[in-house]
């Protein structure tokens, strides 16, 4: 069997066989030595001693016990910055970049740079010759997937996020990340078709073609429709490009977009209405500042401010919601020119398969008392336009978005966390302990650590036979939240380098896109720089803005 299937190198060590029976840990530039890498060398040492765990970081920043020292630190704008910078650099540093793995090999490739059809990977899969499927730990066979969502996933009753999470927020999740989310099925779970960033590929097209299908060709603007006064994205026979629709959806109900999965629910399609509308409010300001630009200039310029929008609420709205901080955070790519960063970024397999958050789906949704079960709202393309897209944004802001955690998948949903089992076992994904030791968490030592529900500690112990052999996704659903967290500590331990490079290596950050002139002037950049989402909506709906906001009032 080969050697380096009980991942013996520790620290970021690579092992490599040496010979049948031999292997060998390569420590070079880890800070670590030893046969397994296991010894910190002197200045590694000291900042070992320096870095609380995150445990203890994470405790620091959302107990509401410390919010006046945060309070505090908020408004000392010179402390601020050096903190933003460090969690910039102390996230982004735990990403590969450029990536070294791939999903078909074990060892480092210059594919894994270069061919960019790949995900990249964060670990390098299981090796093929292993005593089990995860290494050496666990039993010969790994637990059947259809019982593992029966019994882990089949949601009884809804659970409501604990923090008071809402729709606008589960539908934010789904339409940002499908921009980079794009596995490529005929390839395989290991390949996308995706751009590997905030490309803003969900509202202009994956491609240029279709992104000239989506434009009017004129002052920079995109085609819309009026329908009862209200703009609206056009039809497929405006646009003709590529949507997917089930057959019972007509061809006169089906709507162009970015995306070609954003028929599948009105949430996508409220969120792709405001970014269009977004987009055209955006060029008649730039318009009028430049009477002398063409409409390509305007267009140009245009989706420049709306990628800098994305990132800037991304940042200061939905990742100062998800991770509960009562830091500030703040989008400020200013604060790492002249730091060691590398403006590229690779979107992993790992970030895809933790970011699949469906138990955020409710059941039914409640439209201004109008209840829809779930079948009846998939693909519905009626409903936004029946009840206008004021009266859809205030439904979702007062319903609750589901807890991302175990017996809280919708039925509708089942399938997909299946799929998402069986891929990571395609991909050989390597055992949740030991993704928790590469990014700095202390691996799980028994099932009762992993989760606080005993009865699925005792089936899983049954089912994969040692805490070091559970699967990736089986652990992040089952996983113990952390006090004052949405999510458990692998998903935000690992999620957040993952998110913070993606956000932050974004070209548009790098010294020479990010000044005036690039975004029409100091008009555009004050537009990236205040943006937010509250502002995203109430500047392009009609009447009186609803409380817009990530969670329910
Ligand atoms: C009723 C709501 C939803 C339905 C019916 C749904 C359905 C699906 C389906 C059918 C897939 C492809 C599954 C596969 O074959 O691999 C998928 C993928 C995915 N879903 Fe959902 N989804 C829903 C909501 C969400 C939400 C709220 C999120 C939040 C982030 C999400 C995140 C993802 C991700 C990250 C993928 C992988 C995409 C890819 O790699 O191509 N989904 N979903
Ligand atoms: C991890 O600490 C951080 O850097 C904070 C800012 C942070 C950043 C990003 C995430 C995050 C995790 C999973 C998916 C999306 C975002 C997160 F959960 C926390």
Redesign the pocket.
């Known amino acids: 069997e080969n050697p380096c299937c009980s991942f013996p190198c520790q620290n970021g060590g690579v092992c490599m066989t040496m010979g049948h029976d031999n292997y060998l840990c390569d420590c070079a530039n880890t800070g670590y030595y030893g046969d397994y890498c296991e010894t910190a060398t002197f200045w590694q040492g000291l900042k070992n001693l320096l870095r609380p765990h995150p445990d203890t970081t994470n405790h620091l920043l959302t107990d509401p016990g410390y919010k006046w020292i945060w309070d505090v630190i908020n408004n000392i704008p010179f402390l601020h910055s050096v903190l933003m910078r460090l969690?910039y650099l102390l996230?982004a540093e735990m990403v590969d970049s450029p990536a070294v793995y791939t999903s078909a090999h074990t060892y480092v490739t210059f594919e894994a740079a270069a061919n960019t059809s790949y995900f990249m990977r964060g670990l390098p899969p299981v090796p093929t010759d292993c005593p089990t499927p995860m290494g050496v730990a666990g039993k010969s066979e790994l637990p059947d997937v259809d019982y593992l969502v029966e019994r882990l996933f089949r949601r009884h009753t809804f659970t409501a996020e604990t923090y008071g999470s809402n729709l606008l927020f589960t539908f934010f999740a789904q339409h940002f990340t499908h921009m980079f989310f794009k596995t490529d099925v005929n390839r395989g779970a290991g390949f996308t078709w995706g751009g590997h960033g905030v490309d803003v590929s969900h509202i202009y097209g994956p491609e240029k073609d279709t992104e000239n299908k989506l434009r009017a060709f004129k002052d920079g603007r995109l085609k819309t429709q009026t329908i009862n006064g209200e703009e609206w994205p056009p039809l497929i026979s405006q646009s003709p490009v590529k949507m997917l629709y089930p057959a019972n959806v007509p061809r006169e109900k089906q709507f162009a977009i970015g995306h070609e999965f954003f028929g599948l629910l009105p949430g996508l399609f409220v969120y792709a209405t405001i970014w269009l509308r977004e987009h055209n409010r955006v060029c008649d300001v730039l318009k009028s500042v430049h009477p002398e630009w063409d409409d390509e200039q305007l267009f140009q310029t245009a989706k420049l401010v709306i990628l800098g929008e994305t990132i800037k609420i991304v940042v200061e709205d939905y990742?100062q919601h998800?991770?509960r901080?009562n830091f500030k955070?703040t989008f400020e790519p200013e604060l790492l020119f002249g730091q060691s960063f590398q403006y590229q970024n690779r979107i992993s397999v790992e970030f895809n398969h933790?970011?699949h958050w469906h138990p955020l789906m409710p059941d039914r949704f409640n439209i201004s008392g109008r209840l829809y079960e779930m079948p009846e709202f998939l693909f519905n393309t009626d409903v936004a336009l029946e009840h206008g897209l004021t009266t859809m944004v205030d439904s979702f802001a007062r319903q609750p978005a589901g807890k991302m955690t175990y017996h809280n998948h919708a039925n509708v949903t089942l399938e997909v966390a299946k799929d998402t089992i069986l891929q990571g076992r395609q991909l050989r994904l390597q055992p949740l302990n030991e993704y928790r030791k590469k990014f700095r968490l202390h691996p799980h030592t028994s099932f009762g650590d992993l989760t606080d529900d005993r009865e699925i500690a005792e089936d899983l112990e049954r089912l994969y036979g040692d805490i070091d052999a559970v699967e990736f996704y089986v652990g992040l659903m089952v996983e113990a939240h952390r006090p004052n967290s949405m999510?458990g500590p692998t998903?935000?331990?690992v999620?957040?380098p993952f998110?913070?490079k993606g956000l932050m290596s974004n070209p548009i950050c790098s010294p020479k896109y990010w000044r005036p002139s690039t975004f029409g002037g100091d008009v555009g950049f004050d537009i990236i720089k205040t943006a937010s989402l509250k502002k995203l909506f109430c500047r392009n709906l009609k009447g009186e803005c609803p409380p817009v906001s990530f969670s329910v009032p």
Do not use: D, P, Q
């Open positions: 969690i996230r990742v998800l991770s901080y955070l933790l970011y999510f998903i935000i331990e999620g957040g998110s913070v």
